[in-house]
């Protein structure tokens, strides 16, 4: 499932460290935002609920905007 996470705002400097953790759980991470605190991925096997790992606030489907 395609995702976004936001990272706790006192995490902004470690934003790196927990997409690598992310990756190490077998996280495809696209994006990483360090300005926005965001990072985009898919999931995978793992609930989004899985994703929110230590250093994350808050992890939501992306939903993608399309032009109609």
Known sequence: ????????????????EIAKSLEGMGVQVKRVMKLTG??????GALS??????KGIESVEKDRGLKAK
């Open 48 to 53: 989004l609920g899985k994703v929110k790992i």
């Open 38 to 43: 965001t990072i985009t991925g898919e999931s």
């Open 1 to 16: 499932m395609l995702f976004i996470a936001k990272v706790e705002e006192g995490q902004k400097p470690n934003i790196r």
